[in-house]
């Protein structure tokens, strides 16, 4: 089983920036294909932003342009770079492969509000 601890969330006005990690038990992040998700209150986790093993990366809609994914396979470690916030990306981020494959870590919180 791989643990995943994801962190750097926090609260930050519209417009500001945030820069999310997940640290993994043990490398992982070039044998899958890893991604983010998130959840908001009321609504379903959803993939975000992933990235495969050979690096190309994909976005959901929402967040094309302003979201940025990359990992350090030597720290087994995943990061969302987060740029122009809105108040709709408020939700508890998580990390994850593409299918779900791990057990769900605790998640970070972002919250964007003014």
């Known amino acids: 089983q791989v643990q995943l601890v994801e962190s750097g969330g926090g609260l930050v006005q519209p417009g500001g920036s945030l820069r999310l990690s997940c640290v993994a038990s043990?490398?992982?992040?070039?044998?899958?294909?890893i991604g983010w998700y998130r959840q908001a209150p009321g609504k379903q986790r959803e993939l975000v932003a992933a990235?495969?093993?050979?690096?190309?990366?994909n976005y959901v809609d929402s967040v094309k342009g302003r979201f940025t994914i990359s990992r350090d396979n030597g720290k087994n470690t995943l990061y969302l770079q987060m740029n122009s916030l809105k108040p709709e990306d408020t939700a508890v981020y998580y990390c994850n492969t593409v299918s779900g494959t791990w057990a769900w870590g605790q998640g970070t919180q972002v919250t964007v509000s003014s």
């Open positions: 990235i495969t093993r050979g690096g190309s990366t």
């Open positions: 043990r490398g992982i992040f070039s044998i899958y294909n």
